[in-house]
């Protein structure tokens, strides 16, 4: 397994500052740099030792061997137009995207050919949001996508594969085309489902709020997550994220008939078949 000599992080906030903080954990680099426009966040990252060092420039980029851009994706996309002329010949850049495939088309198009990129998505997290609530073990037991192309190196994509292992993560290696259209339903529309569920149930009334249990929260909890960070998932995969919210409506048009028309083994035959599917992951 490779260490590098200096990584540079873009975004040292939940995900970024758990790779930070996994990194030295696992001893693959002695120094991480943090890289931001807001200082108060990058001293917060500091004190937590999610880095060991910052910068508000983007020059310093010049001294790393890894970079990983961890900013929220559209901004990703920006961030991959800006820094080709900063980065070091050789170095390997990789992002923590929860959409890849303009991500992964925007690196091709703009960074410098000296310099390879491997996008990742590592499938970790939580609904909070922050350094604050960043952890070195936050990707072990976890999944984490790579998505190579046509044009990606073999032997960078191999030290990415290896560095997320080290970090804990099984990997699945796929396209970005199969990963955006597989983490729409996998993820994306959980999130939205679970948004739509809150705004419809959840009022001022008291007596409703007082029968609220443990499973409405589980189902919803997702809902609380940041949401500029998942308007912005939600346009840049809109094409697969709008296929997935399409059958979800035909699926709960279903039981909305069943149960209206008093159907009772219609309804069961609905809840059983969803129950087998979820029973089989």
């Known amino acids: 397994m490779r260490k590098f000599d200096s990584v540079a992080i873009i975004g040292t906030g939940l995900i970024g500052g758990a790779f930070g903080m996994a990194l030295l954990k696992q001893k693959l680099t002695k120094r991480v740099i943090g890289i931001g426009r807001n200082e108060l966040k ?31 994706v559209l901004n990703i996309e920006e961030m991959l137009k800006r820094i080709g002329p900063y980065l070091k010949a050789g170095a390997i850049v990789t992002d923590g995207g929860s959409t890849k495939q303009r991500i992964v088309e ?7 050919r000296y310099v390879s990129f491997v996008g990742s998505h590592p499938i970790a997290g939580s609904e909070k949001s ?19 192309d046509k044009t990606t190196v073999k032997k960078c994509l191999n030290e990415v594969i290896a560095l997320w292992k080290k970090l804990g993560s099984g990997v699945i290696v796929m396209s970005p085309a199969e990963h955006d259209k ?19 149930v959840i009022a001022k009334d008291k007596n409703l709020r007082a029968l609220i249990g443990k499973g409405f929260k589980d189902t919803t909890r997702i809902a609380a997550s940041n ?16 296929v997935r919210l399409k059958q979800f409506i ?7 008939k069943a149960i209206c028309s008093g159907k009772k083994m219609a309804v069961v035959k609905l809840l059983e078949t969803a129950k087998k599917k979820r029973e089989s992951i």
């Open 42 to 72: 990058l001293k917060k990252a500091l004190k937590l030792k999610a880095i060991t060092e910052y910068s508000l420039d983007y020059w310093i980029l010049g001294e790393a061997d890894l970079v990983f851009i961890s900013t929220p």
């Open 106 to 112: 925007t690196a091709w198009k703009w960074l410098p």
């Open 130 to 148: 922050g350094v604050d609530n960043s952890r070195p073990d936050l990707f072990f037991g976890a999944v984490c996508a790579v998505t190579p």
């Open 182 to 200: 597989a983490i729409a339903a996998a993820s994306h529309l959980p999130h939205f489902a679970a948004s739509a569920l809150s705004s419809a």
């Open 227 to 242: 949401p500029a960070v998942w308007a912005e998932i939600a346009i840049a995969n809109r094409k697969n994220v709008c």
């Open 250 to 256: 035909v699926e709960t048009k279903k039981l909305e």
